[in-house]
């Protein structure tokens, strides 16, 4: 059976450049999450998908940061005009309502 | 507000020796959940566990063993017998029961095993 998964595994830009990361959720799973894990931050929640609505984006750190859902399946988490503190890995997690978070293998962001 | 503490930044042990990873939690909840998950060099978060609050019976799975005390907000993770493959970043995680059911991670503590 297929996990989640995301795409790119790694991903390094320009300062001031924009960026798309993907997540394909576990087939089923109507929720969908992405954290961000940096080493002066830790692992901290940005948003919460249910279906294609996003009830919760209040760990979103700005308003360069934007997520989105299509067809209750595919997440496209974009960062527009990246800063050198976006430099983390993105970790994508789905689940169903309630139940247990199961997270991809994460992508690595690095803005030079 | 929700607070999930790893006081335990690294850990280093000898193969075969047992360790325990501490976990407290605050929360104000009555109704929550506790996670741990494991984080091996390889960077994919690998969930091992899942208590709710109601359950404070003790769960063991094979080497592993976790101990839950509401008493004392404590959800603490035993390896009995270590090895080296269980050298990784393990993380303690808490969330409600609400709309969004999102994780409250800790820091995360480093278990380091040598042979």
């Known amino acids: 059976g297929a996990g989640v998964s995301q795409s790119p595994s790694n991903k390094v830009t320009e300062k001031g450049k924009d960026v798309e990361l993907r997540c394909d959720p576990i087939?089923?799973?109507?929720?969908l999450y992405w954290y961000r894990q940096s080493l002066g931050q830790g692992l901290e929640f940005l948003i919460y998908?249910?279906?294609?609505?996003?009830?919760?984006k209040s760990g979103l750190p700005s308003d360069r940061f934007s997520a989105e859902r299509t067809g209750g399946s595919v997440s496209t988490l974009t960062i527009q005009r990246t800063q050198q503190e976006d430099s983390a890995v993105y970790l994508c997690?789905?689940?169903?309502?309630?139940?247990?978070?199961?997270f991809g293998p994460g992508t690595r962001l690095l803005v030079l | 507000a929700q607070k999930v503490t790893q006081a335990q930044t690294e850990i280093s042990v000898v193969e075969k020796e047992d360790v325990t990873l501490d976990c407290v939690y605050e929360?104000?909840?009555?109704?929550?959940?506790l996670f741990w998950y494991k984080q091996p060099p390889s960077g994919e978060l690998v969930f091992l566990i899942r208590?709710?609050?109601?359950?404070?019976q003790n769960e063991i799975s094979g080497r592993y063993s976790w101990n839950f005390q509401k008493s004392t907000s404590s959800f603490n993770f035993t390896i009995t017998a270590s090895q080296v493959v269980d050298s990784a970043v393990y993380f303690c995680?808490?969330?409600?029961?609400?709309?969004?059911?999102?994780?409250?991670f800790g820091s995360g503590t480093r278990l380091l095993v040598r042979p």
């Open positions: 208590r709710n609050s109601f359950d404070e």
């Open positions: 995680a808490l969330t409600k029961e609400d709309s969004s059911y999102k994780l409250i």
């Open positions: 997690a789905s689940s169903s309502v309630g139940g247990t978070q199961y």
């Open positions: 998908f249910q279906g294609n609505s996003a009830p919760d």
């Open positions: 087939s089923g799973h109507t929720a």
């Open positions: 929360t104000r909840d009555t109704t929550y959940y």
